[in-house]
């Protein structure tokens, strides 16, 4: 809306414009060969090109801008817009005071210029030392205490596609293990959107399970979907890496060159392929587990189960355990760089290898 609206009136002016040169210049002077009519319509032509190029530029900017400031502004609690109000209140009646002698300047273009520019200076610089020193106001006021000192986390957590369609954010949201606020921006959901829409089936289904998730979750405290977009950025990654960056928000994410290259940026990320395997337990040779033997190994006497987290374990002879849980002993951790492999056998065996070493 903000740049069509921008548009609109920069390719008015520019009409008008185009009409006005052709009024003040002589152009029969200039060009005695062409009609009037002709000059006319090309320089009105000429000036509506050229507010209809810049006014998509310098509406696109004024668009990115506004989302940046509503942003902002949805960040601040309602002591920080008390405090930034009354310290507008305060910087503009000491410029309507100061302006005063400024009145007597000459000529009196200069004195408006002069004005103006004491009214922003003083405004802003009231914004600021309000903002700055809410500590000591809220000193004097407690009500205005900001929520960093009453122990409040007021960040930010942006969550990507891969994010939402994995889902584990969910149990991390409702355990208070992220660190802020949960905020979906509109432009994830469509992306999402364009996956449920896929011709493919993987696509499809990945879509709309992300869409689902999020329609299960209109009452879930602390999360929300935000209306903001980046019209001069095409790919959602870039969009969502300058509103991190912007926001200062933390990216939960688990797409890994996404995790890479939000941290080269500087932006915070959390992947949740790392927090997973940052939570795993750690096994050692002579560790014990009950695990479920779900299927035969590659080797004739192996058998193949998996953990929890989908680490597999290989149960050496193992074979005649499948479909049954048993009591295995691990041997032997192997870390690969596509994960970790643990190999085991039963701990009937284990014994009876530890009573003939005895």
Known sequence: ??????RFLLVAAGLLGGYTVTETVDWQAQLPGLPPTYVIFLFIILGG?????????????LTSAWQRVELRVAELSGADLILGTVGLIVGLVISFLAAQPLRLLQPESFAFAAMILLTLVTGYLGISVAMTRRREFAAIFPALAPDDLLGVDDRKVILDTSAIIDARFLDMLRLGYLPGRVKVPRFVLAELQTLADSADETRRSRGRRGLDLLATLPHEDGLEVFE???????????KLMRLCAEANAV??????????VARVRGVETLNLNE???????????????RLHVSKPGKEMSQGVGYLEDGTMVVVQNG????????EVEVTSVLQTSAGRMIFARPAETADSVAKAEA
């Open 49 to 61: 090109s050229m507010g209809f190029v810049f006014g998509g530029i310098v509406g696109r900017e």
């Open 1 to 6: 809306m903000i740049q069509a609206i921008t």
């Open 228 to 238: 903001i977009d980046y019209t001069d950025l095409a790919l959602a990654d870039e």
């Open 319 to 326: 074979r005649e355990l499948v479909g049954t849980d048993a």
């Open 275 to 289: 927090a997973a395997a940052a939570l795993r337990p750690n096994f050692l040779p002579g560790d014990t587990m």
């Open 251 to 260: 990216l939960v994410t688990m797409d890994y060159n996404l995790t890479k």
